[in-house]
């Protein structure tokens, strides 16, 4: 099995990729109101930048890999402007009583998150698939 | 896992194919050779999927890089299963030869 084998690998790649899009986005979630960070600036949104890779594999020293994995490239941070909100009571408030807030929008990071995740349960789907192709291919051994 | 303990006592069960003349049977010809390279495969999916479970349960390997070693371990040894029983006919047919 062993070009399935380099398919379960792009597969297994691919979760752990999307994996990690759900940790981004729910670390953005999570930070959505947050006004300071380590630095002392408001949490900026984060977002994953995924690029193809080889999968390394037997077939693939043969050059005949017929699958090709992904990999995370780089977690960047979103530049976009952030957003204000009047609060003068608030203590990061400046001057003229606005707060500065992530460039998180909820509802986008949900979209985010559900992609992602119907994305993992794709990706699951494909290596269960390929379980049961060489599930039914030993079965022709038996009687 | 030691499987490696059970492969020792295979091949005394299963004497040579090719009547006396051993030296001339070329290497990985028998039938306990081919069931040695069989549990060889075992034992090395069965080490990885051992090293994947520790991973897992120590917060180094993904849960899928773990379930995919052990579907491949499973799978490996369904593999050598039938292996095993195809094998086991083969002897069985020949030794029931009447000469």
């Given at each position: 099995m062993s070009t399935l084998g380099s398919a379960v690998r792009a597969g297994a790649s691919a979760l752990a990729a999307e994996r990690m899009r759900i940790e981004v986005a729910v670390s953005n979630l999570a930070n959505?109101?947050?006004?300071?960070g380590p630095d002392g600036q408001p949490y900026k949104r984060r977002d994953v930048v995924l690029q193809t890779t080889t999968v390394q594999d037997f077939d693939d020293s043969l050059g005949r890999a017929t699958a090709v994995g992904v990999e995370v490239a780089a977690v960047v941070e979103d530049q976009g402007p952030a957003r204000r909100r009047f609060?003068?009571?608030?203590?990061?408030?400046?001057k003229d009583g606005y707060v500065t807030l992530p460039n998180v929008d909820p509802a986008e990071e949900m979209v985010d998150m559900l992609g992602a995740a119907r994305a993992y349960q794709a990706n699951l789907t494909a290596i269960g698939l390929i379980r049961d192709l060489v599930q039914r291919a030993l079965d022709l051994g038996r009687g | 896992m030691t499987i490696d303990a059970l492969k020792g006592r295979i091949p005394s069960g299963l004497p040579k194919v090719?009547?006396?003349?051993?030296?001339?049977t070329p290497a990985g010809a028998g039938f306990s050779d081919a069931l040695g390279r069989v549990v060889d495969a075992v034992e090395s999916t069965e080490s990885q999927a051992n090293t994947a479970v520790s991973g897992m349960l120590s917060g180094t390997t993904d849960v899928h890089d773990a379930m995919i070693a052990l579907q491949r371990a499973d799978l490996t040894l369904q593999f050598s299963v039938q292996i095993r029983n195809k094998l086991v006919q083969a002897y069985n047919e020949i030794m029931r030869m009447p000469i």
């Amino acid at each position: 099995m062993s070009t399935l084998g380099s398919a379960v690998r792009a597969g297994a790649s691919a979760l752990a990729a999307e994996r990690m899009r759900i940790e981004v986005a729910v670390s953005n979630l999570a930070n959505a109101e947050s006004t300071r960070g380590p630095d002392g600036q408001p949490y900026k949104r984060r977002d994953v930048v995924l690029q193809t890779t080889t999968v390394q594999d037997f077939d693939d020293s043969l050059g005949r890999a017929t699958a090709v994995g992904v990999e995370v490239a780089a977690v960047v941070e979103d530049q976009g402007p952030a957003r204000r909100r009047f609060e003068p009571s608030h203590p990061d408030a400046d001057k003229d009583g606005y707060v500065t807030l992530p460039n998180v929008d909820p509802a986008e990071e949900m979209v985010d998150m559900l992609g992602a995740a119907r994305a993992y349960q794709a990706n699951l789907t494909a290596i269960g698939l390929i379980r049961d192709l060489v599930q039914r291919a030993l079965d022709l051994g038996r009687g | 896992m030691t499987i490696d303990a059970l492969k020792g006592r295979i091949p005394s069960g299963l004497p040579k194919v090719g009547g006396g003349d051993a030296a001339t049977t070329p290497a990985g010809a028998g039938f306990s050779d081919a069931l040695g390279r069989v549990v060889d495969a075992v034992e090395s999916t069965e080490s990885q999927a051992n090293t994947a479970v520790s991973g897992m349960l120590s917060g180094t390997t993904d849960v899928h890089d773990a379930m995919i070693a052990l579907q491949r371990a499973d799978l490996t040894l369904q593999f050598s299963v039938q292996i095993r029983n195809k094998l086991v006919q083969a002897y069985n047919e020949i030794m029931r030869m009447p000469i």
